[in-house]
T-cell receptor, first 115, second 113 residues
Framework: DAGVIQSPRHEVTEMGQEVTLRCKPISGHDYLFWYRQTMMRGLELLIYFNNNVPIDDSGMPEDRFSAKMPNASFSTLKIQPSEPRDSAVYFC?????????????FGPGTRLTVT | GDSVTQMEGPVTLSEEAFLTINCTYTATGYPSLFWYVQYPGEGLQLLLKATKADDKGSNKGFEATYRKETTSFHLEKGSVQVSDSAVYFCALSDGNRDDKIIFGKGTRLHILP
């Protein structure tokens, strides 16, 4: 299995621009999570989906952030307009272990720099 | 609500030293417990897990025992290597409420040669 795939791996953009981060979860997993990691705030859960439906988006920092999951194999996290304080590493993770341990599998992350 | 508390870092040790990273949790019910590791420039990856009281998770020389009486899941390794330098996250999953995992803040470990 290829694991969770994220693209791009690195993104540098100017303030005010739209940024779209992409994620392909592990095939067969029915949960997908978006996290943000910074030195100051650590690892933060932004939003998660179950069977393509958003379950909890209380971690999304502002209306500038939006996430979609149009099908079981693809999700996007969009920031519009981007700001320098959005600079962080964004991780996507998926899970679907019905045996009961509910472990999550993380992608390699997208390092976003907003100048 | 559910929570995880782990010792703050950074932790600096010499190669071949004994490692303990403390982790305690608060949860209603019977959570599954995890240790995740994040190597520089990479995503988190599962190191070990335990699903019920007294279970011992182990991997790559690391061990942790699920202690219900002390609500703890301390990570240990008998002889650390430079390659163990990473950030370690203790985490729990309630299992009754979706697949959401509660992560601790992470402990950065530096191993000196």
């Amino acid at each position: 299995d290829a694991g969770v795939i994220q693209s791009p791996r690195h993104e540098v953009t100017e303030m005010g621009q739209e940024v779209t981060l992409r994620c392909k979860p592990i095939s067969g997993h029915d949960y997908l999570f978006w996290y943000r990691q910074t030195m100051m705030r650590g690892l933060e859960l932004l939003i998660y989906f179950n069977n393509n439906v958003p379950i909890d988006d209380s971690g999304m920092p502002e209306d500038r952030f939006s996430a979609k999951m149009p099908n079981a194999s693809f999700s996007t996290l969009k920031i519009q307009p981007s700001e320098p304080r959005d600079s962080a590493v964004y991780f996507c993770a998926s899970s679907g272990d019905r045996v009961g341990t509910y472990e999550q599998y993380f992608g390699p992350g997208t390092r976003l720099t907003v100048t | 609500g559910d929570s995880v508390t782990q010792m703050e870092g950074p932790v600096t040790l010499s190669e071949e030293a004994f490692l303990t990273i403390n982790c305690t949790y608060t949860a209603t019910g019977y959570p599954s417990l995890f240790w995740y590791v994040q190597y520089p420039g990479e995503g988190l990856q599962l190191l070990l897990k335990a699903t019920k009281a007294d279970d011992k998770g182990s991997n790559k020389g690391f061990e942790a025992t699920y202690r219900k009486e002390t609500t703890s899941f301390h990570l240990e390794k008998g002889s650390v290597q430079v390659s163990d330098s990473a950030v370690y996250f203790c985490a729990l999953s309630d299992g009754n409420r979706d697949d959401k995992i509660i992560f601790g803040k992470g402990t950065r470990l530096h191993i000196l040669p």
